[in-house]
């Protein structure tokens, strides 16, 4: 089985390092993965997107034209992605800065607010780890456990930032079981 | 140490520390300028130096000093760099140096663009340099494949005294995938003791050692092409590799396919079995030397129809396929290099389209 997210935001939303923190608690898991950004000349205009890949055997092919799931932080992103998921997908909306749905029935819209919610954990800049964390509880694609131990270990460094990840982490897990 | 997440460009920095290699001389170019800024922070930790030359030009002839010194070096560029370093590479192969080339390839020709590619096949493998030189050229198709083949190319580059490429594309250097380092330094360098011009004093021999690429005398030039002839001939011999994928199965097309393109050519192969569609996929990891015999083999299978080469170029590979394949049957081409690396389903449709023609 092979499973592939996409990330996609705008520059700062800290898109490359949710997923790179996904892509890290996969490997602890002992999956097989890839992380894939985008660096063409669409980063230079502010859209960011990153695509991670999870598979129980080698991953062939890197390009990834319908992803199985979707975050999506910012209104174009969804726009953008929402038709390319597959049928069965979850697709996660960032509900503070985007007020529409994916407009799909095959698919399910895990609407979180994930920027309030940052706020309320202590920093903005947690969006990104509300929306992660609210998208593995409810997908059941890395285990929450190792998705913690993977923040811990990302942020070992910076305890002020990790406390408040860490935070976050709850928020959206909440959200997600809510 | 265990499997730990790399993007390929720091993955190919610290490979090459592993390896004993602690002077990089680079310029920075996207998509491969990670292993500039991860070498800056990296080479200083164990003693090393990293140096930002003045241009890719200036890069190329540091590399020869350090190299005919007989130091362990090396540089990586993407494809506009590695023109400017062209000059440079003829003269260090003319003066039989062990130097280790990344090119992280990007789309050409001119600027091009600064997705991934596989249009400098040719450059780097047919020359790009002037005269008769060759480069032996490894192409990896992942993280852990290309940290494996920085590893290996400096002694491979020491063995012949001649530089070795690594040939990658975009997306090689900026994705990530888990890769595993030995746990020891390979730090035990060949004895250069005969051709280094590392000090007399230091050798003791009393000979001296003479670095040069001109040879004005027609007699001492043709022995000097002939000598370097005889080491391309060794590496035809010795160094040929590639991997084999589905190719013992009564296959009706063989994929010839390397580097990145060569892993979506493995999930299409994977599908088109899915749907009853035997396909076989021959990966070339060495493309100088090429490895002629595997594919005219591979090609020569009774089920076998057709050839397809399928690389993000217009038709470059396809010549060696051609060459390997010596119209024993017939040889197609398909590739994409505006930067949008094909999907698997146009793959698996450039396939279907042979198999319907018949072709």
Redesign the interface.
């Known amino acids: 089985m092979q499973s592939e997210v996409k990330f996609a935001g705008f520059g700062g939303q800290g898109i490359l390092l949710s997923a790179k923190i996904l892509a890290h608690a996969a490997l602890d898991e002992g999956h097989e993965v890839v992380w894939i950004p985008s660096y063409g000349p669409e980063m230079r205009g502010g859209t960011a997107y990153c695509t991670v890949v999870i598979g129980d055997r080698p991953i062939g092919s890197p390009i990834i034209k319908n992803p199985m799931h979707l975050i999506a932080m910012n209104r174009p992103s969804l726009e953008k992605f929402a038709p390319t998921v597959r049928p069965g997908g979850i697709i996660l909306i960032n509900a503070n800065l985007i007020p529409i749905g994916s407009g799909r029935d095959d698919v399910t819209d895990l609407v979180v607010p994930v920027n309030d919610l940052a706020a309320t954990a202590g920093n903005l800049r947690a969006a990104n780890l509300v929306a992660l964390a609210a998208f593995v509880a409810r997908s059941g694609i890395v285990a929450f456990e190792t998705l913690r131990h993977c923040v811990a270990e990302e942020f070992a460094g910076k305890p002020g930032a990790l406390a408040v990840n860490l935070v976050a982490l709850e928020k959206g897990r909440e959200a997600a079981e809510g | 140490m265990g499997?730990i997440?790399m993007k390929g460009n720091e993955a190919i920095g610290e490979a090459a520390i592993r390896a004993g290699c602690l002077n990089y001389f680079a310029y920075p170019i996207?998509?491969q300028s990670e292993v500039a800024e991860y070498l800056a922070k990296r080479m200083p930790e164990v003693g090393g130096v990293f140096l930002q030359g003045e241009s890719e030009v200036a890069v190329g002839y540091m590399l020869f000093g350090a190299a005919g010194a007989g130091e362990r070096v090396f540089t990586t560029s993407s494809s506009p760099g590695i023109s400017l370093m062209s000059e440079a590479i003829s003269y260090i192969a003319a003066a039989q140096l062990p130097v280790v080339f990344v090119n992280i390839m990007r789309g050409g020709p001119g600027l091009g663009?600064?997705?991934p590619s596989q249009g400098d096949y040719f450059q780097a493998t047919k020359g790009g340099g002037h005269g008769d030189y060759r480069l032996l050229v490894l192409a990896p198709a992942s993280v852990q494949e290309t940290a494996e083949m920085v590893m290996m190319a400096f002694p491979l580059a020491e063995k012949y005294r001649n530089p070795v490429m690594i040939l990658g594309d975009?997306?090689i250097g900026?994705?990530?995938?888990?890769v595993e380092f030995p746990d020891h330094l390979r730090t035990a360098p060949s004895d250069k003791s005969s051709w280094a011009t590392s000090g007399m004093a230091t050798r003791g021999s009393g000979r001296r050692n003479l670095v040069k690429s001109l040879f004005l005398d027609p007699d001492a030039l043709n022995n000097q092409n002939l000598l370097l002839k005889s080491k391309y001939d060794r590496m035809r011999c010795e160094e040929v590799r590639y991997e084999a994928y589905n190719l013992d199965g009564d296959y009706q097309v063989l994929i010839v396919s390397y580097g990145?393109m060569s892993?979506?050519c493995?999930?299409?192969v994977?599908n088109l079995k899915a749907q009853g569609m035997e396909v076989g996929l021959l990966r070339p990891q060495t493309l100088f030397p090429f490895p002629l015999e595997a594919v005219r083999t591979a090609a020569g299978r009774p089920s076998c129809k057709s050839v397809i080469s399928i690389e993000m170029s217009m038709g470059q590979m396809v010549e060696d396929v051609e060459r390997a394949v010596c119209g024993i049957r017939p040889v197609h081409w398909y590739g994409k290099c505006g930067?949008d690396?094909?999907?698997?389903?146009e793959v698996m449709e450039a396939v279907r389209d042979l198999m319907a023609d018949g072709r």
Do not use: N
Request: net charge neutral; no cysteine.
């Open positions: 499997k997440l996207t998509p663009g600064i997705l975009g997306l900026q994705m990530m995938e888990p990145t892993r979506v493995r999930t299409a994977d930067g690396v094909p999907t698997p389903e």
